[in-house]
């Protein structure tokens, strides 16, 4: 209980450091949030006009569509507030051998390197991407249960998680080629498969986005739990937290096989 007392208390204080240094330049922090607002109202416009031309996409009606969009939303925002900011910054602490300080410090170098920096304003965009959710399920006349909303909430959790686990694999990679930028903006443009319908793709590509690369399960089964009529047979979705929990044990491993192949550039 100590260890995980020492470990909240240091996430306090990363929080706390974050929201001061945001809030010294408050025109770019409340710019960001204009920005980012316009950027989903846009394509909350594009789902009108797609469903001028057609009643469904997929299977997905116009409402469910932007469940879909809400929910990936406010994934992606969540998953940015936490993580996106410390894991894109990897390449460059290996790069310029900054890491060395990390290693050091009395804590699990790998939390240390994925949550020092949080982005408070991605968690007030996280806001939008709710209230988009919130405004499909009305108009879909969604009476949800207690099962669903924890089912929404788990599976929005392991999003974030799979994110996570999916990046850090990714930078990781820093460690070898040393300039791993455009891969992580490459994986930053794979974000945008999590808003199309899992139904939309078929053969190979199905099974390379749902298992090698786990980006249709990432925002489509807690959108589909709220957005479909729900019986216990949706259950059978629960096994993407058993792949969640693997790919984050995966990272963990590489990251730590890494280390023990780090070289410092400083040295």
């Known amino acids: 209980m100590s260890m995980v007392s020492k470990y909240l208390r240091l996430l306090l204080a990363f929080f706390r450091y974050s929201l001061t240094r945001e809030m010294m330049f408050?025109?770019?922090?409340?710019?960001?949030?204009?920005?980012?607002?316009?950027?989903?109202?846009?394509q909350i416009v594009f789902i009108q006009v797609l469903f001028y031309q057609t009643p469904a996409v997929a299977g997905w009606s116009k409402y469910q569509m932007i469940m879909l969009f809400g929910t990936n939303h406010l994934i992606q925002q969540l998953f940015s507030c936490f993580f996106m900011t410390n894991c894109t910054q990897i390449p460059e602490l290996i790069r310029t051998g900054k890491l060395d300080f990390q290693l050091v410090l009395p804590v699990n170098t790998?939390?240390?390197?994925?949550?020092?920096?949080?982005?408070?304003?991605?968690?007030?965009?996280?806001?939008?991407?709710?209230?988009?959710v919130i405004y499909a399920a009305i108009n879909?006349?969604?009476?949800?249960?207690?099962?669903?909303?924890?089912?929404?909430?788990?599976?929005?959790?392991?999003?974030?998680?799979?994110?996570?686990?999916?990046?850090?694999?990714?930078?990781?990679?820093?460690?070898?080629?040393?300039?791993?930028?455009g891969l992580v903006y490459g994986y930053y443009n794979l974000f945008q498969i999590a808003r199309i319908p899992s139904q939309a793709f078929k053969g190979i590509v199905w099974y390379l986005f749902?298992?090698?690369?786990?980006m249709l399960v990432v925002a489509n089964f807690p959108a589909r739990v709220m957005?479909?009529?729900?019986?216990?047979?949706?259950?059978?979705?629960?096994?993407?937290?058993?792949?969640?929990?693997?790919?984050?044990w995966m990272a963990g491993r590489f990251w730590n096989y890494a280390l023990r192949h780090y070289t410092s550039a400083s040295s």
Do not use: C
């Open 140 to 181: 879909l006349g969604i009476h949800p249960t207690v099962l669903q909303y924890a089912m929404y909430v788990v599976f929005m959790i392991s999003g974030i998680f799979l994110h996570y686990a999916l990046l850090m694999l990714i930078v990781t990679l820093s460690f070898w080629i040393i300039r791993a930028q």
């Open 227 to 248: 957005a479909f009529p729900f019986s216990a047979s949706e259950l059978w979705m629960l096994w993407t937290l058993g792949l969640t929990v693997l790919f984050v």
């Open 26 to 42: 408050k025109t770019n922090f409340i710019l960001w949030i204009v920005v980012d607002f316009l950027w989903f109202g846009a």
């Open 210 to 214: 749902t298992f090698a690369l786990p």
């Open 110 to 132: 790998q939390f240390l390197v994925s949550t020092r920096n949080f982005d408070p304003g991605a968690l007030i965009n996280s806001s939008i991407g709710l209230a988009f």
